[in-house]
């Protein structure tokens, strides 16, 4: 059974280029030990919050702090139950909190958790910020966004670009926070392979950036550097929402593995399951009738009969009688009965719900890098003189990758190009603040 110390991550996040606060927050809780591997695994979250004034921001990090400390906390239940539990908790605080406060009423957030065990990746869910494994130049969408687009999609009949048009993209039908109950969609276990890479993400970088461009960072790059690609694919795009991404890839360790000896994970706490009524149990009722009309029919024939018939139908009157006494016992006793807990499970080797919900080639191709390269083209004349001239020869270099067939060395010198961009970008934001820090407090200016 692997220990769980192979996996590789990194996590980024950035306020975007038109927000005044970043709304998004994110969590990693890592496995102190093997035997916390095998039971709570790595957890990772992305949580996007809604809501005016700071609302937005204080119900992502209730999210970010509260859900991985619950469900670290929780050792009796399984972890697909225990996930469900410490979101379906959290939900409550939130919701409380938005309550309480005419500032904070409405607030909420998405929440995206995965979990990295033995038996797999599973994945709890609300909202539409996102899960992708990319396994060779596969990238599948393990959760499913509960948005207005999507439902369209794939309840209105729609193609993807069909529902993009036909409805606002920010408009999400399920999120944590504004009700005191939400429905938790719990994905998984899926079977984890040796450099499977996992991406979550807000929907700051999947607005941005294509879910193939999302999978050829992620194959060609470690996870430091896919991260810190993607989030200056979506800065040079324009940002216009805060942007949260981690990149966590699987080790030999986080192989999945079941053993014989595996139990199934119960999946509820064994609630009463009380129906409506009692249902009225017709075959028994038919089977009583039935084996009383027959003890009759044997008795009124015993009656009458005569030597070796005597004795049989005797036997068959009992037979008969006992049966029909029986069977109506047992209907008495069934409506006397008290609904005892039902405890579901999950056995080992199935999954919860329906996902991967999409799936795309994500390998190298001229069309694909093609993208990247008119993108940062066309950012170069944002750029300071020193940095355009770099970002000039990096674009020519990678077109250059791209005509030779050369296309890691392309995604390479991409990833050079948009550090670039952060940086720049980084910088402007230092000196803007800077200028704005010493209005408002002219003394920092003063001769000394």
């Excluded at 005892?340 to 890098?369: A, I």
């Amino acid at each position: 059974m692997g220990k769980g110390t192979t996996l590789v991550h990194c996590d980024r996040t950035d306020i975007g280029r038109r927000r005044l606060k970043n709304q998004d927050s994110k969590a990693v809780l890592p496995p102190s030990s093997p035997q916390q591997y095998r039971t709570r695994g790595w957890l990772f979250l992305v949580a996007d919050g809604m809501g005016a004034h700071a609302a937005g921001e204080m119900a992502s990090a209730i999210a970010a702090e509260r859900v991985p400390l619950l469900y670290e906390k929780d050792t009796q239940r399984s972890p697909p139950l225990k996930l469900r539990h410490s979101i379906e908790h959290v939900n409550t605080e939130i919701n409380a909190q938005g309550e309480s406060a005419s500032e904070c009423k409405g607030m909420g957030t998405t929440c995206t958790v995965l979990a990295i065990l033995p038996r797999g990746a599973l994945v709890g869910h609300i909202g539409d910020s996102r899960v992708y494994r990319i396994r060779g130049r596969t990238v599948e969408q393990l959760s499913r966004d509960h948005s207005l687009v999507w439902e369209l999609e794939t309840a209105g009949g729609m193609t993807r670009e069909q529902a993009a048009g036909a409805a606002p993209k920010n408009i999400i039908t399920r999120s944590m926070g504004p009700h005191p109950r939400v429905d938790v969609d719990i994905e998984g276990p899926f079977p984890i392979e040796e450099n499977d890479v996992f991406v979550l993400c807000s929907d700051g970088l999947s607005g941005q950036v294509a879910d193939e461009e999302i999978g050829l960072f992620a194959t060609e790059l470690d996870p430091r550097d896919s991260a810190a690609a993607l989030l200056g694919l979506s800065l040079v795009r324009g940002a216009p929402d805060n942007v949260t991404v981690i990149v966590a890839r699987a080790g030999a360790e986080e192989v999945s593995k079941t053993l014989p000896s595996d139990e199934p994970w119960p999946i509820n706490d064994g609630e009463i399951i009380r129906p409506k009524g009692h249902p009225i149990p017709w075959k028994m009722l038919v089977a009583c009738g039935v084996s009383f009309f027959l003890s009759l029919v044997f008795f009124s024939n015993w009656r009458t009969s005569a030597g070796l018939m005597t004795p049989i139908l005797m036997i068959a009157t009992a037979c008969a009688g006992f049966l029909a006494f029986a069977t109506l016992m047992a209907v008495f006793l069934k409506f006397l009965s008290t609904p005892s807990p039902r405890v579901r499970v999950l056995p080992v080797g199935k999954l919860l719900g329906k996902g991967p919900y999409r799936s795309y080639d994500c390998s190298p191709t001229e069309p694909l890098l093609e993208g990247i390269v008119t993108s940062l083209e066309g950012a170069v004349d944002t750029l300071g003189e020193a940095d355009r001239e770099r970002t000039v020869e990096i674009v020519t270099r990678m077109r250059q990758h791209v005509a030779d067939g050369r296309f890691h060395e392309a995604v390479v010198a991409a990833t050079e190009g948009l550090a670039l961009y952060t940086h720049w970008l980084e910088a402007k934001r230092r000196s803007e603040a800077d200028v704005t820090h010493g209005k408002e407090n002219p003394s920092l200016h003063r001769p000394a």
